[in-house]
């Protein structure tokens, strides 16, 4: 057994259902569909899978999902907690899952009707008295109760702190969205953004605007993981997890951690960006390209910072040339990601990364050595690099 | 208020002979079970069963052959648009039975539950028709909407061949007005109903807080042992571990750290656009409140602020901040 999950596993198969507003048709048929195309993409038949893992947030049961698709016998099932903070740990589950053995294939999974079922942006609410209810309950009352407005509380701190402008924001979304006006899976393919748009949009918690904020969307997103001995005898190039990590930091609470010392500081985004270097051995400056998890505009700029690509507050000055765009120093979501091709928890955004170490992204850049992918912002998180073979 | 006495006696003996009587007039379908209704119906209501709608399915299907959807029983017989602008048949012994009410008082209607049961399922080109019988009427009853009456009645379906294909009953409440009648319809429930901020959820490590709340006071806990103070509250001290704690009560004097300005989704019982801020108290804790009194555009990062205790709508008190 080893003692890190360095080259440890690789991603061989992925799959997603269209992306939609309304999809029509259950999150289980949904989470299916995505398995479904996942498990073929990796040329492998619903029988070689054993392990299968989602979100806490998941509707749809492993077990259901195992017998929907034809799934047999299940030797490793798990969940990982925290919204989009989950989105790599998933993939920390399933490579921990094949490294030690307890799983030879494990599908990652996530399916939502985020538009059409139960919408996040409407709002934390009643329930059974949990110690997570019973954390709502400070801000419910005085009408905190939206990702946004979670967010927007550190996003107004760092741009008091740091200069950081709406405009500079803006560059995020833009960055995406021309990625996203040639990706055909995308909401907003073909679609064009300009800056004057982005300004004049209404704000939705001030100081994040329409654009600003991720889409709500219907649809699954899957992928498959197996050992790197296996991958070999497979039909795809693999993306080797170089290394992968989850993190929570001190003090730290569900999106509302305002206790801290430092409204900015981000100790579990420092402490995953801080594994996922020393495990892999590689540094910024190796990284090709990035899957930034962007739920919010903002967060993506606080991730440049943890992760190193440039220093703390100056993640603005980073961006303003062009470093996320295609030919930049980052080219990063180039997918559109979650503001501008869909909303699937982060787990889209895997299967970005994994297109683009196989050089297949409607947006492919020229030098795909590495690809950062991380997760979800003000909660415990998570986040991995993906390599070639 | 409502007739009483000799009145009431005499009402409710003009009742009596409705009990068990037939309406008078027959319900009968203006089309044939026909493929277009159905399929209006399976779009309206999401209903994307091939039976009713796919001939190929169908004629695959047990039925053999296309059927309509058994919920939609009454939809065959309802009388159209005339239903609403209030045309009916004189003959209609249910709609005297109405007036009768209305005339002693009980002039508001609400419907509050219907049971059916389907024989067969239907075929297209079957042709339904209905007759409803007044099966009961209640004793006098004091309800949430006022004192009224509950009438039942019973329809029952039968096809071209007199064959019975399902009945349903239908309970309606009769029931006096306090209000006019136009202004109840569009006031009384959203009185009555006024939406209220979200209450938090009590539990043994928070309850006592939001006493201190009710009690006009912002407290902070406080280790018993090493004195340091915590805010959200939690069961034990993380930095001596210590179990033991008390609480103070806050100056509610404070600069704010950071804040927000809510503008979307608005959510009933909240004020938009709304500032919610975290407001460093001069104790050394932050809390989490609402800004009043200060124009969005006014609130700053460090703006000193202090907090008292308000009413925030027609039951729930929070600690919230104004400019100081």
Redesign the interface.
């Known amino acids: 057994m080893s003692t890190t999950l360095k080259d440890e596993a690789a991603i061989v198969g992925i799959g997603e259902t269209e992306y939609s507003k309304n999809s029509g048709r259950s999150e289980l048929a949904l989470a299916s569909e995505a398995c479904r195309a996942a498990i073929r993409d990796a040329g492998l038949t619903p029988a070689d899978i054993d392990g299968m893992t989602t979100f806490t947030m998941d509707t749809s049961d492993e077990i259901e999902v195992a017998r929907a698709v034809g799934v047999g016998d299940l030797t490793f099932f798990s969940r990982t907690p925290h919204g989009g903070g989950a989105a790599v740990g998933v993939m920390h589950q399933a490579a921990l899952a094949v490294a030690t053995g307890s799983a030879k294939a494990v599908v990652v999974y996530r399916a939502l009707n985020g538009r059409s079922g139960a919408r996040y942006s409407q709002g934390v609410s009643g329930g059974p008295t949990t110690s997570d209810l019973i954390h709502w309950s400070w801000y419910m009352p005085s009408g905190l109760m939206t990702p946004a407005s979670w967010v927007a509380m550190v996003t107004m701190r760092y741009m008091h702190e740091t200069g950081c402008t709406s405009a500079d924001l803006a560059e995020v979304c833009l960055a995406q969205r021309e990625h996203a006006v040639k990706n055909p899976r995308a909401f907003f393919y073909q679609k064009p953004l300009t800056l004057e748009e982005h300004q004049s949009a209404r704000a939705i918690v001030e100081p994040l605007g329409l654009y600003d904020c991720c889409q709500e969307t219907d649809g699954a997103a899957a992928c498959v993981v197996v050992s790197p001995e296996m991958a070999r005898d497979l039909p795809n190039p693999p993306a080797m997890i170089r290394s992968v990590s989850q993190a929570a930091g001190a003090h730290q609470e569900s999106m509302t951690s305002f206790y801290r010392p430092s409204l900015t500081d981000l100790p579990e985004v420092d402490l995953v960006a801080r594994q996922c270097w020393e495990i892999s051995g590689l540094t910024p400056d190796d990284i090709d390209a990035a899957v930034i998890y962007d739920a919010f505009s903002s967060i993506v700029l606080f991730q440049l910072e943890s992760y190193g690509f440039c220093k703390k507050g100056e993640a603005a000055d980073f961006i303003r040339d062009g470093a996320l765009r295609l030919g930049g120093r980052l080219p990063t979501n180039t997918h559109g990601g979650q503001l501008s091709e869909a909303y699937i928890h982060g787990m889209n955004g895997v299967n970005e990364g994994v297109r683009l170490i196989r050089g297949t992204s409607s947006s492919q850049p020229e030098k795909n050595d590495h690809v950062l992918v991380t997760a979800g912002v003000g909660i415990p998180t998570s986040g991995m690099i993906l390599g070639k073979a | 208020m409502a007739i009483s006495g000799k009145e009431r006696e005499d009402f409710e003996k003009q009742l009596e002979p409705y009990v068990g009587l037939d309406i008078g007039i027959e319900d009968r379908g203006r089309d044939p079970v026909n493929a277009a209704m159905v399929r209006h119906w399976c779009e309206a209501m999401g209903d994307?069963c091939g039976a009713y709608t796919d001939a190929d399915q169908a004629g695959n299907s047990v039925h053999g052959e296309l059927v309509a959807p058994p919920t939609m029983l009454q939809a065959w017989i309802l009388g159209g648009v005339g239903m609403a602008t209030g045309e009916s048949d004189p003959r209609d012994k249910q709609k005297e039975l109405h007036r009768l009410f209305d005339a002693h008082g009980f002039t508001g209607v609400v419907a509050t539950n219907t049971e059916q049961e389907y024989t067969r399922y239907l075929k297209m080109g079957d042709e339904i028709r209905a007759t409803t019988v007044i099966e009961s009427i209640s004793e006098q009853k004091a309800t949430g909407l006022g004192i009224g009456y509950f009438i039942n009645t019973r329809t029952r379906f039968y096809d071209q061949n007199d064959d019975e294909v399902g009945w349903l009953t239908f309970r309606v409440l009769k029931f006096e007005n306090e209000a006019p009648a136009a202004a109840t319809e569009a006031e009384a429930p959203a009185a009555a109903g006024r939406p209220q901020?979200?209450?938090?959820?009590?539990?043994h490590?928070?309850q006592w807080w939001w006493d201190c709340v009710e009690q006009g006071e912002l407290a902070i806990q406080k280790c018993s042992d090493c004195q340091a103070l915590r805010?959200?509250p939690r069961p034990m001290c993380g930095e001596c571990q210590s179990s033991d704690w008390e609480f103070v009560f806050s100056t509610g004097q404070g600069t704010i750290?950071?804040?927000?300005?809510?503008?979307?989704?608005e959510?009933p019982g909240?004020t938009y656009p709304?500032v919610?801020a975290?407001v460093d108290l001069e104790e050394g804790?932050?809390f989490?409140?609402?800004v009043l009194d200060v124009e969005?555009d006014d609130v700053e990062?460090g703006m000193a602020v202090q907090a008292s205790i308000e009413l925030?709508d027609d039951e729930?008190k929070?600690p919230v901040f104004r400019r100081a």
């Not at chain 2, 901020?197 to 539990?203: D, F, G, S, V």
């Not at chain 2, 750290?257 to 989704?265: A, D, F």
């Open positions: 994307h901020r979200l209450k938090p959820a009590l539990a490590d928070n805010h959200p750290h950071s804040y927000v300005v809510i503008r979307y989704p959510v909240y709304l919610v975290v804790t932050r989490v409140g609402n969005p990062i925030v729930m929070l």
